[in-house]
T-cell receptor, first 111, second 113 residues
Framework: QKEVEQDPGPLSVPEGAIVSLNCTYS??????FMWYRQYSRKGPELLMY????GNKEDGRFTAQVDKSSKYISLFIRDSQPSDSATYLC???????????FGSGTQLTVLP | NAGVTQTPKFRVLKTGQSMTLLCAQD?????MYWYRQDPGMGLRLIHY???????AKGEVPDGYNVSRLKKQNFLLGLESAAPSQTSVYFC????????????FGAGTRLSVL
């Protein structure tokens, strides 16, 4: 079983839709939960992160972590075509801060 | 400020050939990482370094070697390339004490025939 499981999609939504992207993990030691966005043929870039359980909001994006169920979510409100990318969840695994990446969910927002 | 720069961007090798991928960062970061990305597999850690002169194995180190002779550079070597090493390789760096915030290069697309 992988440490981090992520639905690979692809996910296609119309512009303006609310998008929900999700991951589950198995390692209870994870404390930081990162979301990276990767455009086609580019390197990943950090979108946002949360520490421990709870919600964090940044503009149209909300990251949510439920450590009791080991569930990570990213919500995108009023989705835009420019949000079309692959989204990678990445819990922080330990003292060397090695990230464990999910396989990524490919999102397409149709105009 | 260039951030993380990877060279080359593309390369085609024949089985058994060797090559070195170069990663350079200008942010004075202590930690540097090499990942490979394959379809459906996400990013997998090959090797990493927590400082100049130190390296450590990641999740998939076999067939690769690394060196970090200077703080700003992290080299990934393939001594005898195999078709299974066809992948996109990403380098990343991180400032110590900043949690899981890594900065990535644009990637190197490697094909081994």
């Amino acid at each position: 079983q992988k440490e981090v499981e992520q639905d690979p999609g692809p996910l296609s939504v119309p512009e303006g839709a609310i998008v929900s992207l999700n991951c589950t993990y198995s390692n209870s030691a994870f404390q930081y939960f990162m979301w990276y966005r990767q455009y086609s043929r580019k390197g990943p870039e950090l979108l946002m992160y949360t520490y421990s359980s709870g919600n964090k909001e940044d503009g149209r994006f909300t990251a949510q972590v439920d450590k009791s169920s080991k569930y990570i979510s990213l919500f995108i409100r009023d989705s835009q075509p420019s949000d079309s990318a692959t989204y990678l969840c990445a819990p922080d695994r330990g003292s060397a801060r090695q990230l464990t990446f999910g396989s990524g969910t490919q999102l397409t927002v149709l105009p | 400020n260039a951030g993380v720069t990877q060279t080359p961007k593309f390369r085609v090798l024949k089985t058994g050939q060797s090559m070195t991928l170069l990663c350079a960062q200008d942010m004075n970061h202590e930690y540097m990482y090499w990942y490979r990305q394959d379809p459906g597999m996400g990013l997998r850690l090959i090797h990493y370094s927590v400082g100049e002169g130190t390296t450590a194995k990641g999740e998939v180190p076999d067939g690769y070697n690394v060196s970090r002779l200077k703080k700003q550079n992290f080299l990934l070597g393939l001594e005898s390339a195999a078709p299974s090493q066809t992948s996109v390789y990403f380098c990343a760096s991180r400032l110590a004490g900043t949690g899981g915030i890594q900065y990535f290069g644009a990637g190197t697309r490697l094909s081994v025939l």
